[in-house]
């Protein structure tokens, strides 16, 4: 079992993986005052496109979580992890808290070559690095279901859940655009 699920959503979760506000989609744009700053910081707007490949908007995941640094400071202290949808629906199925590739590498934060969170950069901008999940490959097994998920989808306790793909990057394989 697998997911495809959108990019760029933000879910703060607890230590029991439970939800501390509803999610922050990938239309949401409230982080648009953060997205300028981190372009000032990277030295401006195109210095930072030539670094990431376009610049950050408002809808990105590293201005988000500034965001809610900034404007829910307890909601952000009480944060176990930040998840994304895909991150959020592996750790309901399997108990598991972990991302994968193609979601973390739009974060902002992510280390195209060396494929792992950039410590440099989380430190950079000020974020705690324990809150962001383990990371796997989209074809990585990222546990099995546990007894109460497999009752809830009607499928057998132990079945493998597959890591699985953004919506882009899986479209991207889908259609044959990838060597």
């Not at 410590?119 to 901008?125: G, P, Q």
């Not at 999940?133 to 497999?150: C, I, V």
Request: aromatic share 8%.
């Amino acid at each position: 079992m697998t997911f495809s699920t959108q990019m760029l959503g933000v879910v703060p979760v607890d230590v029991e993986g439970q939800p501390l506000r509803p999610g922050i989609i990938w239309l949401d744009g409230r982080a648009g005052k953060q997205a300028q700053q981190v372009m000032r910081k990277i030295l401006g707007p195109k210095v930072f496109a030539m670094i990431v490949g376009a610049e950050a908007t408002g809808k990105d995941v590293l201005p988000k979580l500034l965001w809610l640094k900034e404007n829910e400071e307890q909601l952000f202290a009480r944060t176990s992890k930040f998840l994304d949808v895909n991150g959020y629906l592996i750790h309901r199925s399997t108990g598991n808290m972990e991302a994968d590739w193609s979601a973390a590498s739009v974060t902002g934060l992510f280390d195209l070559k060396k494929k792992r969170w950039s410590d440099f950069l989380i430190r950079f901008f000020g974020l705690p690095r324990e809150k962001f999940p383990e990371l796997r490959r989209s074809t990585d097994e990222a546990g099995r279901l546990t007894q109460e998920s497999a009752g809830a989808f009607g499928l057998l306790e132990g079945t493998p859940v597959i890591c699985g793909a953004a919506t882009a990057p899986a479209a991207a394989v889908g259609s044959g655009a990838v060597d």
